[in-house]
């Protein structure tokens, strides 16, 4: 019995591992990222200091006058710019003179440091003044740091005059990398964008789940069941074509319908109407046709799922119905849906489940357009953090927009699992009591 057990978990070992991979470590590190500010700017490592113009536009409110000091150039006397004056090829003694006289001292202004430059012993004249000063123009601008300590260090070498509070305000400011934030959350619930794109999931999933995956999916399921065998099989194995075609080649069929040169323009011109792109003219047309691309897609599948259901009731409820007079009507009514509820349990979650993480088509067609009117929640998601016009992909607002995706799914699964009672649909039968 133990080298069974231990053989059983041997063999389930490979299974478990991949879905270890490829299932559960996705989740954890999307949830993992969704609580940074991880973009591309930033990188997914660790990242650097560096005080650069848009982190000192950002300071402008809380710290002014930090922004002040940090804008105007300090003035050091170091080696490099020792170094700089002998190669200038002026008199030695000015160089040496700093060294030995000046060497660390920091001036805030440029007239202060010509003054002192003036005061030299081999008097330099005032071309050569400005032309040594400039060899000490330094500036924390746009230097990049490796350590926060780095950065303080540099700050009080060139005389910058800050609190411990401001410089910590400083370098959070300033650091390139990423850090632990909620801040992504916030902006979702602040975003008047993303209440658009919430309410164009919302009506893509209700859309094509009432109308196609569920209600003419059974309707199919229905019809085919009253159809013979053969031409049932026929109709059924047409309706599948939609689902095993390739995405790519099954939209662009759609497209090349609804294109200015696609059959529908072609049509529309016969009748004097000018060509144009059906698909991207309008919002409405573009909802039009994302919805009818997703639902012959998902029609397909409740009608598989509803069909074996239907195969699954006894025939001879439906002899009895009709040996007692019932219609086809009441059939339906009090035999078919009734028993129905599991499969269409199955279909409404999977469905929903499925259409709030597609945007595969939505994307070949539409791309979101026009505009973002067709722009649904997973394909928001894909451009924020991996495909978008500006370049700087945002993955830890990406990763949160999957989040709130997941949380909403279950939500909605839960909601379905009350509203068709799943106590009762679990229950024992009443006959084995």
Known sequence: MRTSRTLGLVMIAPAAAMILLFFLMPVVLTAVFS???????TGIS??????????????????PDVVQQLTEPRYAIDEEGIKGVEALGLQPGIAAELREKHLGEVFPSRREAERMIKDLQDRPSTRDVK?????????????????KDDLFASLDRFGYKLTPEQKEGLAKATYTGWNWTTENFSRIASS???AQILFNTLLFVALVLVLFNTTYAMALAIWTHYMPDMPATIFRSIWLLPRITPVVIYVLMWKWLAWDTGFISVLMGKFGYPPKNYLLDTAYHAWFFVVLINGFIGASMGMLVFSSALRAIPKSQFFASEVDGASRWQQIRYIILPQMRWPILFVTCYQTLSLLASFNEILLSTRGGPGKATEVWSLAAYHTALNNYAGNLEYGLGAAMALVLVVIGIILSLAYLRVFNYATLVARPLIED
């Open 131 to 147: 032309q040594i000063s400039e060899q000490f123009n330094r500036s924390v601008a746009n230097l990049r740091f490796a350590s």
């Open 46 to 63: 660790g990242g650097a200091y560096q005080i650069a113009p848009n982190s000192l536009d950002a300071l402008k409110r809380e710290m």
């Open 192 to 194: 008047q964008d993303m």
């Open 35 to 41: 609580f940074t500010n991880m973009t591309t700017a």
